[in-house]
């Protein structure tokens, strides 16, 4: 293997892995990033001419920390190095074959990114930082935000888990569960941004949500008895087996209804169905596992041929008794028209409509004019369907909205 | 703040597209002034004739044609009062030919 393979590799599987374990000590992410990132530097010079070390892993994390070092003489000379150099000290455990073994903190680190203290939204992208090694301008391109602005807000979340604190900790039993849901949720948002380019057609953005399931199996490891942890990763395994499923030959979208289920990754279902019926024997239900379980029942069509709605209805009623989300009221009013009828779904629609955020939200429109026109109010339903398509960002699902809005005023 | 999204494509290869893909356009373009109107985040907006119609004044003399020789020309503009700089991104994303070429967003002088 060459040279920058193998560092890519390493930088792959184990960025995150050193990033933790620099910073858990100092709690000072940014230069921990920045140690690190010299060490690549160092790696990619020195590599080719003295060859791959035999733990590249070892390696790095060993010039990281004498970068570090480095650094804190160079920024903090005085008393406030001194605690610094001391916690860089002497951390590594050496076996007796000089193996390094370096433990593993990255789920510490998510924890910490995730910390009430640091703000909601850049949760994920912080996340996406510093356990991956994404760059700020990639991650600005992925959750749409201006580059600079993404780099001030992560470098503000930086400053914040250094000054005000916040531990590199697993918390608590009591308090893991509330916890761990804010590290599960960033996770899913990473997820959640993939899955919106469907065809992987922005070069700047990496596949999300690759690493949203790579992070997800990250979590899913480190908590295996963690019920919500397993079926955050049942959820997006689901949703990822359908991923070609969503488009045509020609790229044009193809709603969940009217996809070949013959075309779904049958082996992530699979590992999927099985993620989820382990957690459900721990007995400790949660957001994550029923939505997954929603997802599960959409999944049971490809063996059935027919589509379970009053359990999915049921599942999205407990879904709605957790979250009270509006997301989450129109799903269910989609599913109850298909138990029920159009009218009824339309129904549980209008129940929703004082909610403010609704007006520029896509999905809401796009429901709306599904069940009107499904009721026979074509003009209403044209209505609602020029709203969604004013609303919509991606080419495919435009089209695909433009087309239902024709059929209903010709 | 009032942003100003200029879009911008390539004029002939707008031309070129498939005649079924150009005729979503004006129907798109429609949804989302109304989409816009509605989020009550309109001020004004404008599409522009094509730039063999634009003549350029520089220095002293009169010029056929655009300011600068791109290959993608500004093709209109939306402008935007919005919160912050993030929700004239969710916009500009919006834009039907964003696909096509590329919105800019810009923060007007106040």
Not at chain 1, 57 to 72: G, H, N, Q, S
Not at chain 1, 350 to 377: K, T, V
Request: hydrophobic share 50%; aromatic share 6%.
């Amino acid at each position: 293997m060459d040279v920058k393979a193998t560092a890519e590799a390493v930088a792959r599987a184990s960025y995150g892995k050193l990033v933790a374990f620099l910073a858990a000590r100092t709690r000072d992410v940014a230069a921990a990033e920045d140690a690190l990132a010299e060490a690549f530097a160092t790696a990619l010079t020195e590599w080719p001419a003295r060859g791959i070390p035999r733990t590249p892993e070892a390696w790095l994390l060993t010039v990281a920390r004498r970068k570090l070092i480095d650094a804190a003489r160079r920024r903090q000379t005085g008393e406030q190095a001194a605690p610094t150099l001391a916690l860089l000290a002497d951390e590594l455990v050496e076996a007796a074959e000089g193996e390094v073994q370096i433990p593993d903190e990255r789920l510490r680190l998510m924890f910490a990114c995730a910390h009430p203290a640091i703000d909601e939204g850049v949760r994920a992208p912080l996340i996406l930082q510093t356990v991956l090694g994404f760059d700020a301008a990639t991650i600005a391109s992925a959750f749409l935000v201006a580059p600079a602005a993404m780099g001030q807000r992560l470098v503000r979340a930086k400053n914040r888990i250094r000054q005000a604190g916040i531990p590199f900790r697993v918390p608590e039993r009591e308090a893991l569960a509330e916890r761990l849901d804010a590290v599960l949720e960033a996770i899913y948002a990473v997820f959640a941004e993939g899955w919106a380019d469907p065809a992987g057609t922005q070069p700047r953005t990496r596949n999300l949500a690759e690493e949203g399931i790579w992070l997800g199996r990250l979590v899913a490891s480190l908590l295996p008895q963690e019920p919500e942890a397993l079926g955050l990763l049942a959820l997006m395994l689901h949703a990822d087996a359908r991923r070609d499923a969503r488009r045509g030959t020609q790229g044009e979208f193809i709603a969940l209804a009217a996809q070949d289920p013959a075309r779904w990754n049958a082996a992530l279902i699979d590992e999927a169905e099985e993620l989820l019926l382990h957690a459900s024997r721990m007995a400790r239900p949660g957001r994550f596992q029923l939505e997954a379980a929603v997802q599960s029942a959409h999944a049971a069509r490809r063996q059935s041929g027919s589509t379970d709605w009053a359990a999915i209805v049921q599942l999205y009623d407990a879904l709605l008794a957790i979250t009270g989300s509006v997301v989450v009221a129109i799903n269910r009013a989609v599913a109850l028209a298909e138990l029920q009828g159009a009218e009824r779904g339309l129904a549980a629609l209008d129940a929703l409509q004082d909610d403010q955020r609704l007006a520029q939200y896509q999905p809401y429109w796009a429901a709306c004019a599904a069940l009107l026109a499904r009721s026979g109010n074509a003009r209403a339903a044209a209505e609602a369907y020029q709203r969604a398509i004013g609303l919509e960002s991606d080419p495919a699902v435009r089209a695909f909205l433009q087309q239902a809005y024709f059929s209903c005023t010709t | 703040m009032k942003v100003l999204l200029l879009m911008y494509h390539d004029e002939k290869a707008l031309q070129r597209m498939p005649r079924e893909e150009l005729g979503k356009l004006p129907g798109a373009f429609a949804a989302y002034l109304q989409s816009l109107k509605d989020g009550g985040v309109l001020v004004g907006n404008h599409g522009l004739r094509p730039t063999a119609e634009a003549r350029t004044v520089r220095k002293d003399a009169v010029l056929d044609g655009p300011f600068a020789e791109t290959k993608e020309q500004l093709a209109g503009y939306f402008l935007l009062e919005v919160p912050d700089m993030d929700a004239a991104l969710a916009w500009a994303k919006r834009v039907p030919t964003a696909a096509y070429g590329a919105v800019e967003a810009r923060p007007v002088w106040t």
